[in-house]
């Protein structure tokens, strides 16, 4: 549900109640004309088959016309609706995250402290509460991205699992419960880090997360050429394209690449992207309009299966 890469401590918010098309439309543009690191970006419906709520989270006071005006093509005069608020640091997330709903993947069962009675007896459970980071979950990226790792584990087990941008830890909590073994995930937000460590001590898993502060690969850790056989990345379209040649690099001959925060026109800059570094689409996810590609590499490819 939430986007990007996550203001460190984000000061103001705006609220905007509008269609899916529209909060995806917004989403995309607050996404490639703010700085990821001062700005992010929260949409997601309030209720099933009902209207949408966008949240933008500001790292400073915005201009709030200048923010109008560059919405009001989009949604017209519902631009000047939006509300912009000074942010309680302790309640942003919180705030964002009432009414989500818990999320299943396969096995894998992902929910807030009030879902616990929800869990099955073979579930492999994450808990994970509102805190100051992203990624709980509930928007179509990261459950796609769940959807194509319980994919493909059906098809062979990775060995070594790198999370780029992990926020609060789901995707790399749930290789680590999935497999059994160690998972390496990173973030560019040192709070993002420390709240995925602590909700990696509440599950229980804290030996199996290595956890770093960087941007990408960008660390010890991570910069690790060859290495890992699985590699998730659930960011946005421009840093994916950026990050093509070093999560290239890190990757295993034989490795898999879980990409996703996109939309559908930004697929095909993604797939030239990575076909430029050897890789080609194996699948493809589409869920509440976002779209999560694996890729593979080698040459020619099988025509690809898409989901959903």
Known sequence: ???????????????ITTDANSARAMTEL???IFDPAETAVAAFETEDDGPWLLEAYFSRQP??????????????????KGVFLPLDQKDWVKTSL???????????????SHDRVQRRPNDMAIEIEAALAFGTGHHGTTKSCLDAFVDEVKLRTPRHVLDVGTGTGILAFAAAKYLKRPVVAGDI?????????????????????????????????????????LIFANILAKPLRTLA??????????????LSGLLGRDVPGILSSYAAEGWHLQRRYDLEGWVALVMKRGGASPRPRRYF
């Not at 040649?245 to 879980?258: C, E, H, Q």
Request: charged share 30%; glycine share 10%; no cysteine.
């Open 1 to 15: 549900m939430l986007e990007g890469l996550h203001p460190n401590r984000p000061t103001h918010v705006l609220r």
């Open 30 to 32: 607050i996404g490639e």
């Open 63 to 80: 201009d709030e016309e200048a923010v109008r005006d560059l919405l009001r093509p989009i949604v017209g005069a519902e631009a000047d």
């Open 98 to 112: 009432e009414g989500l709903k818990p999320v299943r993947s396969g096995r894998i069962f992902v929910h807030g």
């Open 189 to 229: 937000d040192p709070e993002a880090v420390r709240v995925a460590r602590e909700n990696a001590k509440l599950n229980g898993i804290s030996s199996w997360l290595r956890l770093y502060v960087g941007p990408g690969v960008k660390h010890a850790e991570a910069d690790r050429p060859g290495h890992f056989d």
């Open 245 to 258: 040649p070093s999560l290239s690099r890190v990757a295993s001959y034989d490795g898999t690449l879980i």
